[in-house]
């Protein structure tokens, strides 16, 4: 680009993340011109009388996977087939070369004095000096898989997008009407009374009979799937894993220390216990001394000498409460305020007086003591030596790894690799493929490697691992079976139970709302089930009722009924079903209007705009021809 560019822009060693700028471009608008590279090779597809090549679109799948990776590191290439992932980068680079003859045909041009100045924009492109620089430049792109002409290129048609897009906008507008009536539908709350039949209370007129278990267990036989086990002997290359073999001499050590004194600095430490009382936020001042006087009780046990890690494990309502209110050691900081200054204001041995939190009320034990201050080389050298060991197993790792890989191929066992490593196998116990994934840390495509290895048989490359690599050997593997009827019988009984005991809940939820639904009924079934009707919090329409939990339907019935009005008909939730009415509608405030005005008013313009841009390339791509003329690229 733009030569001055390249002469004048200073020089940097370039260390840079592969593909860094891709998501810059790629995903903000399409995936690059095309009129400028389709000048010959086989086609994808035609764009009116335009083809997109089979190695553009190959070119602009690979960056793109790149990006999503980049931002989802685990994801396989079976998300991206069953995602229709190139059909959707197909897809954008129809509607780039859609938007370019649009943009052709309306004479809309980019200088090259706004593609440099869109590029000296970019952060990439910066030296340490937060300089443009023409190496750093080349080299991110060049890590890309692009040339600079190219890029530019591609500058220009991102460029001409964006103001054909702001020139559709022009015809957008939003008032403060529209943005407020949005606002008020979004934030307003309701609150609803309601009558719950749980289940439970059905279950004991429900027993499921043989016949009806043996089809549930033929009808859902897929949940009763056991997914194959394998179990692996595996070794793991990492510094940590190799740091026990590492000669440390107490010199390297010293000097270690020397010229890092400031890593061993250590804030002032506390090690205290607690016993805590809860208080919930909003509490009455009754219910905050109720809690007071029950931890002024176990105060007063404590000073006749009972065990403060018994009373804590007994009373406190805290989890620390199994570890008999230990919370270990913590510096400034790491607490609320009023327990972090009660803490470090005692001395070690001492219990504190009663301390008021958002929490509740606690009671503080300190155990010990630590002054700020720099550990001595005494009690850092094991720190030390382990920060040695690693470094240098760090270095060793590909020697060590290279030598386990030949072994490998020599037909070497495992123990005897392990060995001549230094290094301890490490069986994993029989595993799915997720938890391959999950425990041992490797991609899923690794995990499929991993399962795929005959049994007996090791992998001839390794797998990576946080810091290092890992081989391993499967050693017993079992296939995929359904766990017979016998073994899951209870638990087909359960669900039958609750099944026919939630239709006895909705039957008997049904006759009750026909009651309260019905004038001549309604004051006696009232003065019945009244007393048993829950108020809920205030919710809004995303679905959730606190106390209830996700509802959609529920919750678009209340926003839709008349306050005193019940709703049309009985709801299922987790712990039954339940009949409601509408008790009110809590509009927002102006307070909260005004703060939120100009975030709303940008939102529903944005909205908009990309709405009139989508209907604008809609109407291109209904005009158009596309034709795929070779789907098997897509396969």
């Known amino acids: 680009m733009l ?14 993340l592969f593909g860094i700028i891709i998501v810059v471009f790629v995903f903000a608008f399409g995936s690059g011109t ?13 764009v009116n009388e335009s083809p997109i090549l089979i190695k553009d679109f190959e070119m602009a799948y690979q960056r793109a996977v790149e990006a999503l990776r980049r931002q989802n590191p685990g994801i396989s290439s079976d998300d991206l087939a069953s995602a229709g992932f190139k059909n959707q980068v197909l897809n954008r680079m129809i509607n780039d070369s859609l938007l370019t003859a649009e943009a052709d045909r309306l004479g809309v041009t980019v200088s090259k004095d706004e593609i440099r100045a869109r590029i000296l924009e970019i952060e990439a492109f910066r030296n340490k000096d937060n300089a443009f620089d023409t190496l750093v430049y080349q080299a991110v792109l060049r890590g890309s898989h692009l040339q600079p002409a190219e890029f530019e290129a591609d500058m220009a048609e991102q460029i001409r997008s964006e103001k054909l897009r702001k020139h559709l906008n022009l015809s957008v507008t939003v008032t403060e009407e529209e943005a407020y009536d949005m606002f008020r539908f979004a934030a307003e709350q309701a609150r609803i009374e309601y009558l719950l039949f749980g289940w439970k209370d059905f279950a004991d007129q429900v027993t499921p009979a043989d016949a009806d278990i043996e089809n549930f267990y033929k009808t859902n036989e897929a949940n009763f799937r056991r997914p194959a086990t394998a179990d692996f002997a595996t070794l793991t290359f990492t510094p940590r894993a190799l740091a026990a073999r590492q000669d440390v001499t107490a010199e390297e050590m010293k000097v270690y220390y020397d010229a890092n004194m400031s890593q061993f600095e250590q804030p002032e430490m506390v090690s205290a216990r607690h016993i805590l009382i809860k208080v919930a936020p909003g509490a009455s001042a009754a219910e905050v001394e109720t809690a007071r006087k029950k931890l002024l009780d176990i105060q007063g046990r404590l000073s006749k000498g009972e065990s403060f ?22 510096p400034r900081g790491a607490m609320v305020e009023p ?11 001492h219990v504190s007086a009663p301390v008021r939190t958002d929490f509740g009320w606690h009671l503080i034990r300190v155990d010990e003591k630590r002054a700020a201050g720099v550990k001595t080389f005494d009690e850092a050298r094991e720190e030390i030596r382990s920060l040695i060991a690693e470094e240098k197993a760090s270095e060793r790792i590909s020697d060590v790894l290279d030598q386990a890989l030949e072994q490998i191929l020599a037909g070497d066992k495992i123990d005897k690799i392990a060995a001549d490593a230094g290094l301890t196998a490490v069986q994993t116990g029989p595993m799915t493929k997720d938890m391959l994934a999950s425990r041992l840390g490797v991609s899923e495509e690794d995990a499929d490697r991993l399962f795929s290895t005959s049994l007996g048989t090791g992998t ?13 050997f499967k050693v017993a593997e079992t296939e995929a079976t359904i766990a017979p009827l016998d073994e899951v019988r209870e638990q087909i009984v359960e669900a039958l139970k609750r099944q026919g005991a939630t239709a006895l809940a909705q039957g008997k939820a049904d006759a009750v709302l026909a009651e309260l639904r019905d004038a001549d009924k309604a004051k006696a079934a009232m003065a019945e089930y009244g007393k048993s009707m829950e108020k809920s919090a205030e919710f809004g329409r995303q679905g959730f009722i606190p106390g209830l939990g996700m509802n959609p339907g529920l919750v678009e019935a209340a926003f839709l009924t008349e306050v005193s009005n ?14 409601a009415r509408m008790v009110e509608r809590v509009m927002p405030s102006d307070k909260l209007w005004n703060t939120q005005k100009d975030y709303v008013l940008d939102a529903l313009t944005r909205t908009k705009e990309n709405e009139m841009f989508q209907a604008f390339l809609k109407s291109l791509r209904d005009k158009a021809e596309i034709r795929v003329a070779d789907s098997r690229v897509l396969e």
């Open 339 to 349: 327990f972090e200054k009660a803490a470090f204001a005692l001395e070690a041995g």
């Open 34 to 46: 095309l009129s400028n590279r389709a000048n010959g090779g086989a086609v994808l597809a035609y």
């Open 566 to 579: 019940w709703l049309p008909q009985s709801y299922t939730v987790g712990e039954g079903v339940v009949i």
């Open 309 to 330: 890690a018994q009373l804590a494990e007994k009373y406190s309502e805290g989890p620390s409460s199994v570890r008999g209110g230990d919370l270990g050691w913590f």
């Open 3 to 16: 030569d001055g560019m390249r002469q004048h822009a200073s020089s940097w060693i370039v260390k840079i």
């Open 460 to 472: 001839d490359t390794p797998v990576s691992v946080d810091q290092g690599y890992m081989i391993a």
